[in-house]
T-cell receptor, first 112, second 114 residues
Framework: GAVVSQHPSRVICKSGTSVKIECRSLDFQATTMFWYRQFPKQSLMLMATSNEGSKATYEQGVEKDKFLINHASLTLSTLTVTSAHPEDSSFYIC????????FGQGTRLTVV | DAKTTQPTSMDCAEGRAANLPCNHSTISGNEYVYWYRQIHSQGPQYIIHGLKNNETNEMASLIITEDRKSSTLILPHATLRDTAVYYCIVRAQMTTDSWGKFQFGAGTQVVVTP
């Protein structure tokens, strides 16, 4: 079946550095992908909608200059957390739009 | 998209059926009911979805009331591996290729006990 793969699954970075998270659709093309963030003991919060070949659409309150999204091909979207700080530590999850929504396994980001 | 209401938590005995309720009283005609679950530190896993007819697959059954204002997810024989947070989401289909966003609520924490 359709699979969405995220990489890396875990990353630790120093405060002030940037981190890139990849989201790939395997065996299908995804013109649209979604990025979510989940803090401990909370639900998933939609951050942005990634559209192949065009700019991402960000949810209210999400800084587009801090969370850079690139959707350069029909199978790959990337989320770059720029100048990361400890408060950006979270679980980041992507999903690809099909009629049933397929989610990646998530990326645990820890900023130290 | 319409909002959903679910109980905060439920306990279920291993081997018994687990019935998870969800209220979506403001659901619109083009909105589907989706169920996902999330096991700790993993991405959400699709379970089932439906529009108005009851649905069944290898994982679960989805029962939607005739007025579509509520639904029940049934796990027929709960196992310890079914312990997870279960999310009920309503999501609109605008056109054949255009769908609404998945908006997650708090979900129901289901604990299956031996």
């Amino acid at each position: 079946g359709a699979v969405v793969s995220q990489h890396p699954s875990r990353v630790i970075c120093k405060s002030g550095t940037s981190v890139k998270i990849e989201c790939r659709s395997l065996d299908f093309q995804a013109t649209t992908m979604f990025w979510y963030r989940q803090f401990p003991k909370q639900s998933l919060m939609l951050m942005a909608t990634s559209n192949e070949g065009s700019k991402a659409t960000y949810e209210q309150g999400v800084e587009k200059d801090k969370f850079l999204i690139n959707h350069a091909s029909l199978t790959l979207s990337t989320l770059t957390v720029t100048s990361a700080h400890p408060e950006d530590s979270s679980f980041y999850i992507c999903s690809a739009r099909l009629d049933r929504g397929i989610f990646g396994q998530g990326t645990r980001l820890t900023v130290v | 998209d319409a909002k959903t209401t679910q109980p905060t938590s439920m306990d279920c005995a291993e081997g018994r059926a687990a019935n998870l309720p969800c209220n979506h009283s403001t659901i619109s005609g083009n909105e589907y009911v989706y169920w996902y679950r999330q096991i700790h530190s993993q991405g959400p896993q699709y379970i089932i979805h439906g529009l108005k007819n009851n649905e069944t697959n290898e994982m679960a059954s989805l029962i939607i009331t005739e007025d579509r204002k509520s639904s029940t997810l049934i796990l027929p024989h709960a196992t310890l591996r079914d312990t997870a947070v279960y999310y009920c989401i309503v999501r609109a289909q605008m056109t054949t290729d255009s769908w609404g966003k998945f908006q997650f609520g708090a979900g129901t924490q289901v604990v299956v006990t031996p």
